[in-house]
């Protein structure tokens, strides 16, 4: 049919097309309208024939466009309510187009560059190459920084994704979820209301359907798929990343561990430098954490050079840790080492 | 998934046409080699855009795509003068907005930069992130980076760029000998909460890299600068691999095999149990034992008998430590 005639119309141009239409439009556009007179579709469009494929691709067109921050409308006809055919399109542009007092001086451009930067390997690089377009629409120059800067985020955790997508979509996730101590992972069924990267480890923060209580959750300990949901939960106004990040300071500032490190060093050196550490009068050191896993791991990494006098909970972890390194690189037998922990519990 | 990619390379490319547009109308005038300095781009991609910008425009009271309902350029100086001037303009004046997502992306870009000197400014910083979100068509996602405060060290390595003169300071390497290091600063690099300085070092007179966290008692210095960042092409991986390097086959759950990944492995070799094994090369056996100390998913160096015995070791006497130091005191 026509369609094997027509010139093929890259699909930018047909994107571009229809922004381009339904920004010119004040009462909007019907489906049928776009279909036959908008370049791109209008060579597919056969005006008494079956157009099903042709009205699949404009769905799929409106998604990309809204997912640029396009805001595209549709209004229904309160005379002809309810029939599809009967909707229409358009881009409000006041809704569309930056502010007109929104501008960004060389330094804020230089510093929105690095922001977009951090993210260029991580999972937000298509935003942040976008949102830089966007910025330099503005004709505005970056100052250029004397030392070269390379920041990077890097957001491995495969549950990052989903996670992400979930929040966009205010829907419930379920995931398994592995607490450390227990060897069997738990399944939770949660609404995430942010994902927030605290001490360099990534969080999503949530709330249980069923009581209602916060909960925080690192992306390292989700060990299988997250499950994306289509039942939709609401968001309540203070929860928040703001909100998520603030109750994890908190429990950071409440816990701390006293330890001894070797002077001059490593340890020392990267240890006294850490958040919120305090050196006593005695040189002992008082560390801050979040969580007492991970901070067992970093102090364990230290080995000889660390040793924790309190909390009991964070020494014998460390401990336990230490004895299984042991036991696990003795000498060979053979056959694949054993974790024993012997004697001492954790 | 190739369907997938196209479009997602689609989507990019409107974001370009819709970002390109009001730049030109706000320039009047522009070469194409500068728009294309501009946004970061080939001059190939400024002349496909601008040529498909040309012929775009809105199907207007004919709904037949009149020239007045056409974007329309100067030809001739475009072809001749490789200039751009947009002659007729529809449905375009301002730049789009942000995203939600790309809004969310930036803010918590700057979150993560805020150790950053130029980031000193923190109510500066509030009404930036605040023009972001007012710029963005929806609410930005809830996706944020805890702040730090702003890393002296980190100013101090910027003004002795900007004095041009060389940076001292303690550093211990992974050989756990401290030594007093002079440095030409070239760039600072970072990985989630772990930052670098990377570096002419004049001790060793090659290219270094420092953790910034290791590195002690900082001073400029009155030596001037050798060498600048524009003057040094700086290799992409942070850790180059050296002919010394060891190598060195670690079992770890599949799950953590990732946080292997800045040490090269060569391949990953599924096992039972959720287990993988891959073999990564360390600079000397002493290093592997900090780094499977601090790993989760239970890692286990299998080969060589030398690596092995250097972590059971390591983590002999320190648990000898806790042997022979009660908790509740020693002198």
């Known amino acids: ?37 908008v370049q791109g579709y209008r060579q597919k469009h056969s005006p008494n024939g079956d157009n099903t494929a042709l009205e ?6 409106k998604d990309d466009i809204r997912e640029l921050g396009v805001p595209l409308e549709t209004l229904d006809d309160p005379a002809a309510s309810g029939n599809n055919q009967m909707l229409r399109y358009r881009i409000p542009r006041g809704a569309y187009e930056l502010p007109l007092d929104i501008s960004f001086s060389s330094e804020e451009t230089a510093l929105l560059t690095l922001a977009a930067m951090v993210w260029r390997e991580g999972t937000l690089s298509g935003e942040s190459r976008r949102a830089l377009l966007k910025l330099r629409s503005l004709g505005g120059h970056a100052a250029v920084p004397e030392l070269d800067y390379a920041p990077r985020i890097r957001s491995r955790d495969a549950a990052f994704e989903p996670l992400r997508d979930a929040l966009d979509r205010a829907v419930l996730v379920r995931f398994p979820y592995l607490k450390p101590g227990e060897s069997e992972p738990r399944r939770r069924e949660v609404a995430p209301f942010a994902l927030v990267q605290h001490q360099g480890r990534w969080m999503v923060a949530c709330i249980e359907p069923d009581t209602g209580r916060r909960k925080t959750f690192l992306l390292s300990r989700i060990i299988g798929p997250v499950q994306v949901t289509t039942v939709a939960a609401e968001r309540p106004a ?106 001492h519990h954790g | 998934m190739a369907e997938r990619r196209s479009s997602l390379h689609a989507t990019d490319k409107l974001a370009f046409l819709l970002s390109l547009v009001p730049y030109l109308i706000d320039r009047g005038r522009v070469g194409v080699a500068e728009a294309a300095e501009h946004f970061g781009v080939t001059v190939a991609d400024i002349r496909r855009a601008v040529e498909l910008i040309a012929v775009s425009g809105i199907p207007g009271e004919t709904s037949q795509y009149q020239h007045g309902d056409l974007f329309d350029i100067a030809w001739d100086d475009f072809e001749q003068n490789d200039v751009i001037v947009l002659t007729n303009m529809v449905a375009i004046d301002e730049s789009p907005r942000f995203s939600a997502r790309e809004a969310a992306a930036l803010i918590a870009g700057l979150q993560y930069l805020s150790s950053l000197p130029e980031n000193a400014d923190r109510g500066a910083i509030a009404s930036l992130m605040s023009k972001l979100a007012r710029g963005a068509s929806s609410e930005p996602s809830q ?49 989630d909460a772990d930052w670098y300085l990377r570096g002419y070092d004049h001790l060793r007179e090659a290219l270094r890299t420092f953790r910034l966290d290791r590195i002690a008692r900082p001073a400029i210095t009155d030596a001037p600068i050798a060498y600048r960042a524009a003057d040094v092409v700086l290799p992409d991986m942070l850790f180059e691999g050296s002919p010394d390097d060891e190598t060195v086959t670690i079992d770890i759950d599949a799950a953590a095999a990732a946080l292997l990944a800045d040490y090269a492995p060569d391949e990953i070799e599924p096992l039972d149990d959720g287990r993988c094994r891959m073999r990564v090369r360390v600079g000397q056996f002493g290093t592997v034992a900090r780094l499977v100390a601090g790993l989760p998913g239970d890692p286990i160096v299998i080969a060589p008998d030398a690596a092995r015995a250097a972590v059971s070791d390591w983590a002999a006497r320190a648990v000898a430590l806790y042997e022979q130091a009660p908790p509740d005191d020693s002198p």
């Open chain 2, 143 to 191: 996706v944020a980076v805890d702040q730090r405060d702003t890393d002296d060290l980190l100013s101090l390595v910027s003004l002795a760029v900007s004095q041009g003169r060389q940076l001292e300071f303690d550093y211990s390497g992974v050989r756990g000998v401290v030594e007093r290091r002079r440095v030409d600063p070239l760039r600072v690099e970072s990985a």
């Open chain 1, 56 to 61: 699949r691709q404009f769905e799929r067109d």
């Open chain 1, 238 to 343: 203070d929860a928040t990343a703001e909100s998520a990040l603030a109750a994890l300071d908190e429990v950071w500032e409440a816990r701390t561990a006293l330890i001894r490190v070797v002077p001059g060093s490593d340890a020392e050196t990267r240890l006294t430098k850490r958040r919120s550490t305090s050196v006593r009068d005695d040189g002992l050191l008082e560390i801050h954490f979040a969580d007492l896993q991970i901070v067992a791991d970093e102090l364990v990494s230290f080995g000889p050079e660390v040793t924790v006098l309190e909390p009991e909970s964070v020494r014998q972890l460390v401990v336990a840790r230490l004895r299984r390194l042991v036991a696990a690189h003795g000498p060979t037998t053979g056959q694949t080492p054993v974790e024993s922990s012997g004697g």
């Open chain 1, 1 to 37: 049919m026509s369609a094997a005639r027509a010139p093929r119309i890259p699909v930018e141009e047909r994107l571009f097309s229809l922004v381009l239409a339904l920004l010119a439009t004040e009462p909007g556009l019907t489906k049928s309208e776009i279909l036959s007179t």
